[in-house]
């Protein structure tokens, strides 16, 4: 029985902004993606409550020389 932090925004489909709060992990349906090319690898996970975000996050690692190409291009 984990504790993780959640919160309810308008953005995601809540009446209103609430506080962060503490839920019990297990009352959150969680689910994770991969976005993977050759530019950047990046994982995401959000947990949502009754189909509404409550929390999300995200890793990306840019793969090596797509910096440099993105700043040739504004040239």
Same mark, same amino acid.
């Given at each position: 029985m984990a504790l993780i932090?959640?919160?309810?925004?308008?953005?995601?489909?809540? @009446?209103?902004?609430?506080?962060?709060?503490?839920? @019990?992990e297990e009352l959150l349906s969680y689910s994770t993606g991969l976005l993977d090319d050759e530019r950047e690898h990046t994982v995401w996970e959000e947990w949502r409550l009754d189909g509404k975000i409550v929390k999300r996050g995200a890793h990306v690692t840019v793969k090596?020389?797509?910096i440099s190409g993105a700043v040739v291009q504004l040239f």
């Open positions: 932090h959640i919160q309810k925004l308008k953005r995601h489909g809540w @009446e209103e902004d609430f506080p962060m709060e503490m839920m @019990e090596k020389g797509a």
